[in-house]
Each structure stands twice: as C-alpha cells, then as structure tokens.
C-alpha cells in the first residue's frame, strides 16, 4: 500500500517536472520580468494562500507553498487548471480533499480536488441572471453554504456531484460571514453598501438547515457586522466594523444560548481566528487623512473571554495586516501583507508566542491561509 | 535673406509671407528701425485658409495641432480619436463607440487635462475629467493640445493658467468660409461598422455684413457591439461585447455679431443628449451580460465679446452658463436593489481679460475669472465651489529674444458636507502659481524655448463627498513642469514645400497626486500619497512635397519616449518599496504616430499609424501586469466632386486594417477591423 503510493508519487512528480520544464520554456519569456516560479507537487504539507487581487483586472490567484521545502509557486490555479481563477477571489475552504473557492466579481463557486487537481464543478452563482455576488463559504452536514451581496444565502448539495440546482435562503443585507453552531448557521448581515448603511447597523439571521429558513433575526449586536467565527463553548465572536464615522469597529461576543451579548471588546477588530482555546485578533484602524492602516494581533482566551495579550504581533511587522490564518496542528500564525493593496503581497508566519519564523511572497492582496496534508 | 526682405515689409506681404512661407521673426523687432523709411499703408485684414503656418515650431510653450483640412483627413470620428496622433498625448480608450475616451498628456492623468471650447472651459465639477468621445470632430476647425496649458497669447482666461495641459477645440461657429455666400447647407451621412449612423444638418446665414448665424443638429446611433479574443489563462475565448448601444444628438447654434473692425460679439448655444449602455469590463469566468446605463444631457450657453478700446488697449469679456445631468440606472445590481442616481451640475462663469501693448516691445496682461459650480444629487449634500483666478502676465520682445511671464492668484472657496467628519466643512484654498518663458531665434529657421510652468488640479466633487469613497482632507495634486523646445521650419521652391521640426525636452513633477486606496475590500477611498517625475523627449516633423500641381505628398511624424517614475519618499506612509523608481501604471515609455497623406487633385489617400510602446497596469513590473505593445494602421481615401453643381466628398475609411487585437485599458477589449462611408455635401 505504502510502496504503490510512493510509486505513484514518484511517477507524478517525473511526469510533472517534464511539465514544469515545459513550463519554463513557454513561460519564461527574456522580455518580461517574471516572478512566477514552476510548479512542485505537494509532497506532504501545504499552505495555499488565496490572493484578491484588484477588483475588475481578473488577477486575483492562489499562491501555494510547499512548507516542507519551503517552495512558493504563484498562480497555482492557473497554472493547474489552465485558466484563470478570475475576479476578486473571497473565500476558501478544504473539506476532506475538496478545495472551494469564493469568485466574489466572477460570480463562481470553484470547486477542485486537491488529490488530482482538476476542477470538479465551476458553479455560476447567479439568481434570475443576475450575478449574486458571493463571499464567503461554510460546509454544514454535507451541505454548502455560501453568503452572497444580492441578500441570500446560496446552499449548494455536494451529493450528485453538484449536479442539483442550488437553493436560496434570503436572508438580511449584504451577508458576509458565515458560521455553524449548534446545529444553526449564522449569517452576519452587514448591511454594508446600502446608502443607510450609516444608521442601520446590520443583524444576524439563523438559518436551520434542515429547513433551509430563516428561523430568527437578531438585531442590535453591532454595526456594519462582518466576520463571524465561533468557539467551543457556543459563543459567536462578532467583528463589528462600525460606520467608518462615528461608531467605532469593536469585537462582540455573542452568547448563542442566552442571545445575548455578554461582551464587547472596544478595539478596531478587523478579524478574528480561533484554534482551541486561543483566539487572534487583527486589530487596526484606517486613521484620515492619510487612511493609513496601523494594525497589530492581540491574543484571547476564548473559554475566559478575556485578552492574554494586547499586543501578541506588533504592528511595526506589517505594512498592511490584510489577512490572519492559524495552522491547526502548530499552532503558527499565519499574516498576510497587502503592502499598498496594488504590489504582491507577504505571508509573514510567526509562531504561537509571536515570534517571526518566515516569509512568502503571494500574490496581490493576500486574504485568506489554508493548510492541506497529502 | 529672409531677414533683409522681411524688413521692408509690413502689413499684407508680411502676413502673406508668414502664412506661406512660415516662419518669421517677430514683426516689431526690426519694424521700429526701418518705420520712419517706410510709408505706412492701413489695409483691412484679409485671411488665408489654405495655406498653414506651423506656430508649433516657434512657440514658446509646447503646442500641437490640427487644422480642419488635417481633421477631416483623419480617420476620425471624435476629438478623442484625433489627439491620439499628438506626441506626448495617449488616448485612455475603453472600447466601442460609447466608452469612455480621456487623454493623457505627458503622462499624467486625465483629470490635469483641461477642455477648452471657443476659449471657454468646458468642465466637469463632480468626476474632474471630460470623456472626450463625445466631441464629434465634424464641426471642429481646429484642435489644439497644450502641453503646458497655455500658449503664449495674451488673451487666454486665468483658467488655462491653473491647469497643467489644457485641449482647446475651435469649432467652425457662425463664420462662412466663402466671402461672397450669404446662405449655406451642409449635410454629412455616415455608416459604419458596429451599426454605425449618423446624419448630420447644418446651415450658415450671413444676415448682413455685421450679423452671422448658424444652427447644426445631428444624430449618432450605434448597437456598438463587436467580437473579441479573451486569454483565459491557456484557453482563448472567444466573446462579444453586450450592452454596448449609443444614441447622441447633438445641436449647436451659433451668432457672431461684429459691431465695428474693432468689436465682435460671438455667441454659441451647446447641446447635447445621449444615452448608451455601459459594458463594463471583461470578468473572467463571468458571461452576465452588464445591463449598466448611462444619461447625458449637457447643455452650455456662451459668450465672448473681443473688442479694442483704444489702440494701444483690448479686452475680451466671457460669460457662460452650463448645465449638466447624468443619470446612471442598474436594474440589475448584485444587491437586488434597483441602483438609480442622479447628478445635475450646474456652473456659472465669467471672465475679464485686459491687454496693454505699452509699445511693440512690451506688453501687459491681466485676467480675472470667476467661476461657481454646484451639484445636486441624491447621492451628495449639495457641494459648492468658488473660483477667483487672476493672472497677471508681461510679454516682451527685445531682439531676437521673447519673454513671457505670468503669476496667478488661485482662491478656491468651497462649501460641502464631510461624512467622516459628520459636518458642513468650509475649505479655502489660496494658491500662487508662477509661469515663464523665454523664446531665441537663433537663426531665421531655427527657434528655441525654455518654459517653467506651477500649477495644480483641484479634487473632484466625487474625490471630496461621495459617499464612503470622498475624502474632504485632500490637497490638490500640485505639478512643476519644465520644457526646452527647438523648432525648425524652412519653406523651399522646389519639389519640398516645407519641412519642420519640433523637439520638446520636459520634465514634470508631481507631488501630492491624488490616488484611490481601499480601505476594506469595497470600501475605498483616495488620498494624496504619490510624487511622480516624468523626463521626456517628444519628435515632432512634417514634410511637404509638391510633385506638381495636382500631385502632392505630406508626411509627419510623432515620437515620444518618457520616464514617468513613482518617487514617494520613503518617509511617507504607504511607502511603495517595490514600485520605487519604476514607471508608473498605464504609461508606456515610448509612443509615436505617423500620418501621411497623398493628393492626386480630388483625390487624397491618407495613412495613420498609432503605435503605442509596452508598459505596466501597476507600478510593479511583473508579468501579470505587462501589456504588449501594438500599433494600428486606419486608411481613407476621399474624394470631392461636384453633385448638380454642390460641392461634395465622399470618404471610405478603413480602420484597424491588419484587424490587430489589442487592449489599451485592461480587461477593456478593443474592435478589430472596421468600415465606415460617409457622403458630405456643402452649398
């Protein structure tokens, strides 16, 4: 078994640097400066950065590290599935040998098997032809879940390939994060680009998904909320970013039991990653006139809900703290740099106590980490 | 030679010899020598059309331009289509008949570009920059590209001192071509490729020797769609653009009234109504078709009054009013919300402009211009701006050395609502900009010139207010610029008729450019951050052949190569490491042009190349963000006839003869080949 595998693995990597050799012969043109790098297989763990790009240039892609040998190749996607990943990459998520990724501006669902890396589904999420908009995603008892700007969540069965069309929750304005506990998904209603978006603070609808609807609405725990994550003890953690005026963004903590918010944490959250009992909190402001964005990680005990650390990262490690991944088993923390928001952007890992262990170069607005074993 | 002949020459000789000839000196330098040897005659002015001067050449500050004859000789539809051709000028093309076309000049942004029509700005408060696709090139007899704003004449308004490049478009007006006419009725039709028509009507009345009327009206119609390739990764597609559909109509009015040989009232009346669909940008793995419209309704009325006081003293008056609406529907929005804005904008404006000839070596200048503009619209608290410029300017001849100088005053009031702030903010912003220039004739042919230009460009309605993106602490984006020109020109007997040649050295600095950043994924806003030095040279040449009478031959050239780098101090925030000392987006280093057009007596054929060098859609030189270059080739050939004794052409163009593919904005995928036929008569 161990051997047919190793054999297999071999077999692939010679049949892929052939490839990675004729990649080089077509790609590497003398004229143009280049910083794509040929492609290596994930011989055992990887990281796969999913970069935004610029909205409406179609240059958002993944960028894949192998950890092992420490090999960072750009445009992944593209180089993997021979077209581009396409506009304004949101949101991705690994289930089991599964990659999906949020197109927000292509209006895609893209859908990939790690083990071979071929595309197994492109979705177009679009409603009544109208593209939907997406941006984040959930997997919930076989069943995904995707948050989308046109008010709905989109849920998509992964039974039948795929093949089913997909079913849609309304849900508030502008939904954004995206989260399961306790059976419920919860989706955060930002109520962002809406011209109220200044008086009216958003809400959290709760979805049963064995029903598909919208159970309750709850209001008044935040305003333009955006990012939802949740802990082990049945608290929701609630980025609410503000109105970029008068209210200022905090961190609510959101007791899914009682519906209460039990606490809040003034500072200038941005998001929020918990693994076990620890959570990290990127916390910044874009101060006028300049809208510089000065931004450090702060670290929490989520049983306790009370800060370890104010100042667990400093902000004098980042230009642009854009993105905030933790690698489950180790525990490093995985930063991304979005440097002027226009230039490649930096992985920079640190380790759990915050000590700066390495650096990747990604692509353009680097947004969100994932980490994958084969 | 020239200058031994030249000096016993005044009046109608000297005007004709510069017209045909081309280049002269100055007529005072070597006038107040010789006057007392010579009687003096008064003749009435009289005009030559045909022939043409290159004041390109000689001028102080950097100047290109097309006459009506060159115009119509391009293979051109619109003001846009035409400056491409100019050196240091690259057309900002999104694609299709309807999409946005703005210039920049010497690689700055469209917004430093201001549009002057008859003299008078045509402006645009809320986005800051004109699409000039809207200005058909049919009822304009001549464009002007200034690359320092100005030209070096006395009776400019103070506006053109504020700016750092200005476009100034001479339309046709009431003015008949024909001295003996009284009535005129022109017509053009045109079809083309993209389903493209246009019909066209217009009239000159010549009421009486002082009074001039005019009146033209047209309508364009277009589907605008066309096919194009789409590199999606290792797969090219193959696509259409959609939404794509323009209507315009356009009318024009216009009334000269000359009082007396010293006075003239001229009076134009502006409007134009269009409607289109916006395709926005090509979205990989996006087939959702833009269902984006658009709104224009525009609409100016003004007036220039140009008269002299005294001999020694003339003026010109100015007065406008403009008035414009946009409406932008987005039936189909991602938010589910139907999106329906409305903007109406409105400007008053009126300026005084005073010249004192002390004597024929020096004179004095003054402007004064006070503009108001405001804007309406759901989406906006009702800004206000304030505009007080006054210009004070000395010209002066000694020898064979000109010098111009000039200082402006710029008191900028404005009134508006800032959303971050939550309150009514009252900004003033007091500028004083200094211009100058200094002109050598080294020999007859041969002219050079050295100019220093400050100016600035005041942030939009948009840049200040719009909800979420507006920030009220910008600073206007402050430009120095430096240019050392020398022109050549030489008219000959023989098979050459004439040859000239410009070349134009320039240095431009910007510090506070203004540049949109985001501040969340959709939430984006602008700040001043950027400095940005260009260095630059512009070639500029035409040659004229006169084989025989009825065989002629004319050729001209543009070649620009610039250096336009990112140099933000490392000092400042958002410190661009990786972009530092590299060209900046959408700006490639070398562009150039050539035109060349063959006369068999009615008979012209014309050639146009565009070529435009490679360059970057960022500051970071990666190959993801490298466009190629390209170059595209237009032919048209026109031929005039008499139609039952109208006069009349016709001319069939064909553009983008190799059908290249190309992209000048990203992701904005330009047509292939097209045809277009258009009939114009004339009585």
Known sequence: MKKSTFAKKTSLIGLLSILLISTCFVGCDDD????????????????????????????????????????VTQNYFEQRIKRLLGDTGNDMMIVGDIMYIVVNNSNRLEIVDLKTWTSIKSIEMSKDNVGSSPREIIEHDGKVFVTNFNGYVAVIDSVNNFQNPIDWVKVGTQPEGIVSLNKK????????????????????????????????????????ISGLTRDAYGDLYIISRGNYSDISPGLVVFNSTSKTSDTTFDMGAQL?????????????????????????????????????????????????????????????????????????????????????????KTGINPTKVLFFSN | MIKYLLNGLIGVVFLWFNATTGFAKNPFQNQNKEIDSLRVYEVEPIEILEKKTNDEVKSLYPVQKFDQKEIEELSVINVAEAVKYMPGVMLKDYGGIGGLKTISVRSLSASHTAVFIDGIKYSNTQIGQID????????????????????????????????????????????????????????????????????????????????????????????????????????????????????????ESDLRLSVSDQSTLNVKGYGYFSERGLPGSKIANNDIPSQERLWNHDAFLQSTWMSKAFNTLDYVLRA?????????????????????????????????????????????????????????????????????????????????????ANILWSNIDEKGFSEFYDKAIDLKRNDVLPTFSLGYWIFNELHASVSFKK??????????????????????????????????????????????????????????????????????????KNRVETTGIELNGEIKIDVNRSFKLAVSGGFTYQEALEKTPSTALFYQASTYGKQIAYTPKVTSSMIASLYYDELSLSWQMAYVGSRYISGEQIIQNHMPQYSTHDFNVIYHFKLFSIKSSI????????????????????????????LSVHS
């Open chain 1, 32 to 71: 143009c400066p280049t910083q794509t790098e040929c492609p290596t297989f994930p011989t055992t763990r990887s990281a796969f950065v999913l970069n935004e790009g610029i909205f409406q240039v179609n240059n958002s892609t993944l960028t894949h590290i192998n950890l092992d040998l420490g090999v």
């Open chain 1, 185 to 224: 998904i919860y989706v955060a209603n930002s109520n962002y680009e809406s011209t109220t978006f200044t008086t009216n603070p958003g809400s959290i609808s709760i979805i049963d998904p064995s029903t598909l609807s919208v159970e309750e609405t709850i209001n008044n725990v935040g305003h333009n």
């Open chain 1, 272 to 360: 929020i990653r918990i693994n076990g009992d620890e959570g990290f909190i990127s916390v910044g402001a874009y101060e006028p006139p300049t809208y510089a964005f000065v931004a450090k990680v702060v670290k929490l005990d989520v049983k306790a809900d009370t800060l370890v650390s104010d100042e667990l990262i400093a902000s004098s490690n980042f230009q642009t703290l854009y993105g905030l991944d933790i690698e489950p088993e180790s525990g490093d923390i995985y930063c991304t740099d979005a440097r002027d928001y226009s230039v490649s952007g930096d992985v920079i890992v640190f380790d759990k106590n915050g000590q700066k262990k390495s650096m990747f």
């Open chain 2, 132 to 251: 000039l696709g809207r200005f058909s090139t049919d009822r304009i007899s001549k464009i002007e590209v200034l690359s320092s704003g100005i030209s070096a004449d006395l009776n400019l308004p103070a506006q053109a001192y504020l700016t750092t490049s200005s476009l100034y478009l001479q339309t046709q007006g009431a003015k008949l071509s024909g001295l003996n006419q009284t009535l005129t009725v022109d017509s053009k039709l045109s079809f083309g490729s993209f389903g493209y028509q246009k019909i066209q009507l217009g009239s000159k009345w010549k009421a009486s020797k002082a009074l001039m009327l005019s009146l033209s009206a047209d309508q364009m119609d277009a589907h605008g769609e066309y096919g194009y390739y789409f590199q999606n990764g290792s797969v090219l597609e193959n696509h259409r653009r959609k939404n794509t559909d323009v209507r315009a109509t356009s009318f």
């Open chain 2, 320 to 404: 406008k009013y403009s008035y414009n609406f946009t409406r932008y529907l987005n039936p189909a929005h991602y938010s589910g919300d139907i999106i329906h804005n409305r903007y109406t904008e409105h400007e008053g404006y009126s300026s005084i402009n005073l010249n004192y000839h002390i004597n024929p070596y020096l004179s004095l200048s003054s402007s004064t211009d006070l503009a108001w503009s405001t804007l309406f619209s759901e989406r906006f608290d009702h800004p206000e701006r304030l505009s007080l410029l006054t210009v004070l300017a000395v010209k002066t001849y000694y020898g064979d050395v000109e010098l111009n």
């Open chain 2, 455 to 528: 100016s600035l460009r005041l942030p939009s309605f948009n840049e200040m207010y719009y909800p979420t993106f507006g920030n009220t602490d910008l600073r206007p984006e402050y430009t120095t610029q430096y240019n050392l020109g020398l022109g050549y020109q030489n008219g000959f007997k023989g098979i050459i008729e004439s040859v000239s040649m410009k070349i134009d050295v320039f240095r431009l600095n910007i510090r506070d450019k203004i540049i949109a950043i985001p501040r969340g994924a959709f939430n984006w806003s602008v700040v001043n």
């Open chain 2, 651 to 678: 001319k069939g163009e064909l553009n983008n003869a190799f059908d290249k593919r190309y992209e000048v904005i990203k992701n904005y995928p330009m047509s292939g080949r097209s045809f277009r036929i258009s």
